[in-house]
């Protein structure tokens, strides 16, 4: 997603800057490597630039870790900032020192989607690699960044989390700061001191983690910057100045200019009413305007120029969010910029952090609607599920404290499935699949990338992967729309789909592509659970099945009907042979509540679903 800050966020020791990235493997108890060392100094003045200095010295205890910390790299922007590697060296298991000699050190510009212009990005990487690093060696590195040009006039926010997981042996950071800007800032598990002298504040937080635990949790989907050791700081009196910090530079470029004025009136030549014209507009800016996410110096804060923007159609979230103000104020229809997260965060601090609020969207007050015209193929009014139920900063009073979560019903798939069994054990089939809401962009977005080869190859891959050989047609439907619906259907002659003549078992399930399956649903079942929030969504889910069966072939066994309903999910299925027809039905509703759901309603809705587990397993068994 898009950057609109580049505040401090240091989220591991391989992250201890808007900058610093060494690649590294995932630590438990059986290190691979440890962290001996890790300074951060910053030194901020009044009107929010800095001067910040990093060092890092890392062991390599084991092989794995050899590959990833041979090398690392340091980002910056070209026009606000200027780096200097004041050291760069291996540090040998017996104690001699091997500096990074100047041809192991490479830049590389950072071109974005739009390759090397610099109207796409004015970032560049600094690589330094090691040399002859083995194991038992520490690799250091030691560098000074200056931010020339504050992202925020006279505003600044840092922030530091480190995993418990990860080995610190010695880690420190400094601020130094006018006493002036009024700080805010809070520690969690570290050592904090705090000091002021000729007018400056100084604050130091240390912290060691020589034992690093090991975490059972494999689900991250929802996070708190706030359950690990770390820090915040900011110079932000709150969120909303946060956000009136953004408005204000981007407000200006939203005006109507009669370039923009003769766009939005081409656009919506034939269409009338706010609703029409809205959606035509939003579509407009989403097919038209390629989505690139680097930004340019200061862009990474301030939007571009409408003209640069339309000039070369693209642009990145606060481009589009500022074309599509624009234009709807050319119809006379009020927007506001909403910032908000669109990683894993759901709760944003007490502590304002400029950096988490990274990507910009439109809310429209007359139609209570938020769009993000960057999200191609998104209906008008929907929302992905990453920028969901997620708090949202504007600078206009009065507006939605978040983002909405889609409505319990609206995201729905019926799949219906007709098939004839031949007597060799063949069979024939058709297969038609109705998608909406998420499900139909999911969908469509699936079969859009399909080339023309791809389409007719698309019957026989999908069953090649089922170890069955196939030949049939796809017919995919429109999927240039951006509607919330959207169907597509499949029709196809498959060999030996059971082993017929003989006895033997088959599962009924569906066959062809689709992407909300029962099955799907009912795996849920078997994921571990633990006492951690999870992302989660609602949904409902059909499928039904005409299988016609040889004349000679005798059932036995069909599976159990099954029905239950709890306050998260409910199920129903039905199996029963109608002459030589045997019909199946099943239909789920995750009645999921919001978009994070707390650990004991996880628990709860994976036992909710073992019988549906237990359910989509079970065989029709035949002779």
């Given at each position: 997603?898009?950057?609109?800050?580049?505040?401090?966020?240091?989220?591991?020791a391989?992250?201890?800057g808007p900058?610093?990235?060494?690649?590294?493997?995932?630590?438990?108890?059986?290190?691979?490597?440890?962290?001996?060392?890790?300074?951060?100094?910053?030194?901020?003045?009044?009107?929010?630039?800095?001067?910040?200095?990093?060092?890092?010295?890392?062991?390599?205890?084991?092989?794995?870790?050899?590959?990833?910390?041979?090398?690392?790299?340091?980002?910056?922007?070209?026009?606000?900032?200027?780096?200097?590697?004041?050291?760069a060296?291996?540090?040998?298991?017996?104690?001699?020192?091997?500096?990074?000699?100047?041809?192991?050190?490479?830049?590389?510009?950072?071109?974005?989607?739009?390759?090397?212009?610099p109207?796409?990005?004015?970032?560049?990487?600094?690589?330094?690699?090691?040399?002859?690093v083995?194991?038992?060696?520490t690799?250091?590195?030691?560098?000074?960044l200056?931010?020339?040009?504050?992202?925020?006039?006279?505003?600044i926010?840092?922030?530091?989390?480190?995993?418990?997981?990860m080995?610190?042996?010695d880690?420190?950071?400094?601020?130094?700061?006018?006493?002036?800007?009024?700080?805010?800032?809070?520690?969690?598990?570290?050592?904090?001191?705090?000091?002021?002298?000729?007018g400056?504040?100084?604050?130091?937080?240390?912290?060691?983690?020589?034992?690093?635990?090991k975490?059972?949790?494999?689900?991250?989907?929802?996070?708190?910057?706030?359950?690990?050791?770390?820090?915040?700081?900011?110079?932000?009196?709150?969120?909303?100045?946060?956000?009136?910090?953004?408005?204000?530079?981007?407000s200006?470029?939203?005006?109507?200019?009669?370039?923009?004025?003769?766009?939005?009136?081409?656009?919506?030549?034939?269409?009338?009413?706010?609703?029409?014209?809205a959606?035509?507009?939003?579509?407009?800016?989403?097919?038209?305007?390629?989505?690139?996410?680097?930004?340019?110096?200061?862009?990474?804060?301030?939007?571009?120029d409408?003209?640069?923007?339309?000039?070369n159609?693209?642009?990145?979230?606060?481009?589009?969010?500022?074309?599509?103000?624009?234009?709807?104020?050319?119809?006379?229809?009020?927007?506001?910029?909403?910032?908000?997260?669109?990683?894993?965060?759901y709760e944003?601090?007490?502590?304002?952090?400029?950096?988490?609020?990274?990507?910009?969207?439109?809310?429209?007050?007359?139609?209570?609607?938020f769009?993000?015209?960057?999200?191609?193929?998104?209906?008008?009014?929907?929302?992905?599920?990453?920028?969901?139920?997620?708090?949202?900063?504007?600078?206009?009073?009065?507006?939605?404290?978040?983002?909405?979560?889609?409505?319990?019903?609206?995201?729905?798939?019926?799949?219906?499935?007709?098939?004839?069994?031949?007597?060799?054990?063949?069979?024939?089939g058709?297969?038609?699949?109705?998608?909406?809401?998420?499900?139909?962009?999911?969908?469509?977005?699936?079969?859009?990338?399909?080339?023309?080869?791809?389409?007719?190859?698309?019957?026989?891959?999908?069953?090649?992967?089922?170890?069955?050989?196939?030949?049939?047609?796809?017919?995919?439907?429109?999927?240039?729309s951006?509607?919330?619906?959207?169907?597509?259907?499949?029709?196809?002659k498959?060999?030996?789909?059971?082993?017929?003549?003989?006895?033997?078992?088959?599962?009924?399930?569906?066959?062809?592509?689709?992407?909300?399956?029962?099955?799907?649903?009912?795996?849920?079942?078997?994921?571990?659970?633990?006492?951690?929030?999870?992302?989660c969504?609602?949904?409902?889910?059909?499928?039904?099945?005409?299988?016609?069966?040889?004349?000679?072939?005798?059932?036995?066994?069909?599976?159990?009907?099954?029905?239950?309903?709890?306050?998260?999910?409910?199920?129903?299925?039905?199996?029963?042979?109608d002459?030589?027809?045997?019909k199946?039905?099943?239909?789920?509703?995750?009645?999921?509540?919001?978009?994070?759901?707390?650990?004991?309603?996880?628990?709860?809705?994976?036992?909710?679903?073992?019988?549906?587990?237990?359910?989509?397993?079970?065989?029709?068994?035949?002779?």
């Amino acid at each position: 997603m898009c950057r609109i800050g580049v505040s401090l966020v240091v989220v591991a020791a391989a992250l201890t800057g808007p900058c610093l990235a060494q690649s590294q493997p995932q630590n438990s108890p059986d290190l691979s490597w440890r962290l001996e060392r890790q300074i951060e100094e910053h030194v901020i003045a009044a009107d929010g630039t800095e001067q910040a200095t990093y060092t890092l010295a890392s062991k390599i205890l084991k092989e794995p870790a050899l590959e990833p910390l041979k090398q690392a790299s340091v980002t910056y922007s070209k026009s606000a900032q200027t780096l200097e590697i004041l050291e760069a060296y291996t540090r040998k298991a017996d104690g001699r020192r091997l500096d990074v000699p100047k041809t192991n050190y490479q830049v590389h510009s950072e071109g974005g989607q739009g390759g090397n212009s610099p109207i796409f990005s004015d970032y560049n990487r600094t690589s330094v690699v090691f040399p002859e690093v083995a194991v038992g060696d520490t690799v250091v590195i030691s560098y000074k960044l200056t931010t020339t040009q504050a992202w925020f006039p006279g505003k600044i926010s840092l922030i530091g989390t480190y995993p418990r997981t990860m080995a610190y042996d010695d880690m420190k950071v400094t601020v130094d700061a006018p006493v002036s800007m009024n700080a805010r800032f809070k520690s969690r598990g570290m050592t904090e001191t705090v000091s002021v002298k000729d007018g400056r504040q100084h604050i130091e937080w240390s912290y060691a983690n020589k034992e690093p635990v090991k975490s059972e949790r494999i689900d991250f989907s929802v996070y708190s910057v706030e359950s690990e050791p770390g820090f915040l700081y900011s110079t932000f009196a709150s969120y909303d100045e946060v956000a009136k910090s953004y408005i204000d530079r981007a407000s200006v470029k939203a005006a109507v200019t009669p370039r923009i004025q003769k766009l939005a009136d081409e656009v919506t030549l034939d269409k009338t009413g706010a609703p029409e014209q809205a959606r035509t507009l939003y579509e407009w800016v989403s097919r038209n305007i390629t989505y690139a996410g680097n930004c340019v110096g200061l862009g990474a804060i301030v939007p571009r120029d409408l003209d640069v923007v339309l000039d070369n159609k693209m642009g990145d979230c606060k481009d589009h969010a500022t074309l599509l103000q624009a234009l709807l104020a050319a119809k006379g229809i009020r927007s506001e910029q909403a910032l908000v997260n669109a990683t894993n965060i759901y709760e944003l601090p007490d502590v304002p952090i400029a950096s988490l609020v990274n990507h910009v969207i439109n809310f429209l007050p007359s139609l209570n609607t938020f769009v993000d015209s960057t999200d191609t193929g998104m209906p008008f009014g929907m929302l992905a599920m990453p920028v969901q139920d997620k708090p949202v900063l504007m600078a206009a009073s009065g507006m939605p404290a978040k983002t909405p979560a889609d409505k319990l019903g609206a995201n729905r798939q019926v799949m219906k499935t007709k098939l004839l069994i031949h007597e060799d054990g063949s069979a024939d089939g058709h297969v038609a699949v109705s998608e909406f809401g998420m499900f139909a962009v999911a969908a469509r977005r699936s079969l859009k990338g399909l080339s023309t080869d791809d389409m007719a190859t698309a019957v026989k891959g999908y069953f090649r992967g089922m170890g069955l050989e196939a030949e049939g047609t796809l017919t995919r439907g429109d999927v240039t729309s951006m509607s919330d619906r959207y169907q597509f259907e499949a029709t196809f002659k498959v060999a030996n789909l059971i082993p017929y003549p003989g006895s033997g078992a088959f599962y009924v399930t569906p066959l062809f592509f689709n992407v909300a399956p029962v099955a799907h649903f009912a795996q849920q079942a078997t994921v571990p659970m633990g006492d951690y929030d999870g992302a989660c969504s609602s949904g409902y889910t059909e499928e039904e099945f005409e299988i016609t069966l040889p004349e000679k072939l005798s059932v036995l066994s069909l599976p159990d009907a099954t029905a239950f309903s709890s306050p998260v999910v409910s199920y129903e299925s039905s199996y029963r042979i109608d002459g030589r027809v045997l019909k199946v039905r099943r239909a789920l509703d995750d009645k999921s509540p919001g978009n994070v759901c707390r650990a004991a309603l996880l628990k709860e809705y994976k036992a909710a679903l073992q019988p549906v587990w237990k359910n989509v397993r079970q065989q029709v068994l035949y002779k």
